[in-house]
């Protein structure tokens, strides 16, 4: 799936649409996306200067993104009615810092899947190393119901 596809998906836009495809999907069970880190996002103005850093809640943001595509295909949500939302997160860990130029490899397994609540284990990987992990909770939302 490629960037084009992802943004028929997802509502969200840059600079917070943090995947860049989708290398594999199993509807109702797994998917593994992409997340190129680039040197040219904005967060690296701030965090930190002189010391890029990629920040841990972007990489759980990214997790987040590519759960909620697998939430939005498995569970037949109509695209464009729907946002995936943030439930919780736990367990979440950070092993290695990532980079201006890694890819981060956005692997995720079903824990249980309904629309009122998923759980998802994630695991963002780059070079084949894990850098972050944690298990995500979130929730399906009309668009409509989230406007005030």
């Known amino acids: 799936m490629d960037i084009q596809e992802i943004m028929k998906i997802l509502p969200h836009r840059y600079p917070i649409l943090l995947v860049d495809k989708i290398l594999e999907i199993e509807e109702g069970k797994r998917i593994v996306g992409l997340k190129n880190v680039s040197i040219n996002e904005p967060v690296f103005q701030g965090h930190f200067p002189g010391f890029p850093l990629f920040p841990g809640v972007y990489i759980l943001e990214a997790l987040a993104q590519t759960g909620g595509i697998l939430m939005i295909k498995s569970l037949n949500l ?7 939302v943030f439930a919780g997160i736990d367990e979440a860990r950070f092993k290695k810092p990532v980079y201006p130029g890694d890819q981060l490899l956005l692997e995720l397994e079903v824990i249980s899947l309904k629309k009122t609540l998923s759980k998802m284990k994630g695991v963002a990987k780059v070079n084949g190393e894990v850098v972050a992990e944690a298990i995500l909770l979130a929730a399906a939302r ?5 406007k005030r």
Do not use: Q
């Open 78 to 84: 109509e695209i464009g009615k729907y946002a995936i």
């Open 142 to 146: 009309k668009l409509e119901d989230l």
